[in-house]
């Protein structure tokens, strides 16, 4: 069964043109990632929720924000997608952080397509 | 910094042994990660070992930490065709809010 889900598995968008990205989890995990991951390369946090609390990585583009209304769900928004922004996006839970017992569970990924 | 080291890729016949390696600098790195990626998929977590360990065994898999070297592995029995690909280590660090690090990924392809 699975227990994160990332709706839709392939997302095609227009150069410039919004796009919001979906992540559920049935874990009731305190922790959400959003990572990118680009071809032939490891994935790379992009931030995290925990519970509530937004941390974002340093390095990652302000055209990336996120939502997350409840435990649930979390959404990844980008506001004028790019050329470059085109790769598999990876949603990951964990019950808690910083807690190396407690590992990350990934989605399956939205591979994300920019025309 | 962290940096954690994997070769590209690795070719070995069904039914054979495979053996992934990883190394990694971080000395403080408390547990680390063996993840799974097939084409077009998310990542699926294989096995992890606290760094107090030398060796965890679960089913095919066989993970064997040096931290003295600072050098991981991952030993799949009798290799088969469904354990084609990408294979990725990671480490985590205490203090660092659960951030992994990974390493580059290796290619398990999988020969009749």
């Known amino acids: 069964d699975a227990m994160v889900i990332q709706n839709p598995r392939y997302q095609v968008t227009q150069f410039g043109k919004p796009v919001t990205l979906s992540c559920s989890q049935t874990l009731n995990h305190n922790v959400m990632y959003w990572y990118q991951q680009k071809s032939s390369q490891a994935p790379k946090l992009l931030f995290h929720y925990y519970d509530k609390d937004f941390n974002n990585e340093a390095d990652t583009p302000d055209n990336f924000q996120s939502r997350r209304p409840n435990t649930s769900f979390c959404f990844l928004d980008i506001r004028s997608p790019g050329l470059g922004d085109a790769a598999m996006y990876l949603c990951?839970?964990?019950?808690?952080?910083?807690?190396?017992?407690?590992?990350?569970?990934f989605g399956d990924g939205t591979r994300l397509s920019i025309l | 910094g962290e940096d954690v080291e994997q070769s590209l890729f690795l070719s070995v016949r069904e039914g054979d042994s495979s053996v992934i390696n990883c190394t990694y600098t971080d000395s403080s790195s408390t547990y680390l990660y063996w993840y799974k990626q097939e084409p077009g998929a998310g990542l699926q977590l294989l096995t992890y070992i606290f760094s107090n360990m030398d060796m965890k065994q679960d089913q095919r898999l066989t993970v064997l930490l040096n931290k003295k070297d600072k050098h991981l592995s991952l030993r799949i029995a009798d290799t088969q065709t469904g354990d084609s690909a990408i294979y990725f280590c990671a480490e985590s660090t205490p203090g660092t809010a659960s951030k992994l690090t990974f390493g580059t990924g290796t290619r398990l392809q999988v020969t009749l």
């Open positions: 990951a839970t964990s019950r808690d952080r910083g807690q190396g017992n407690q590992p990350q569970h």
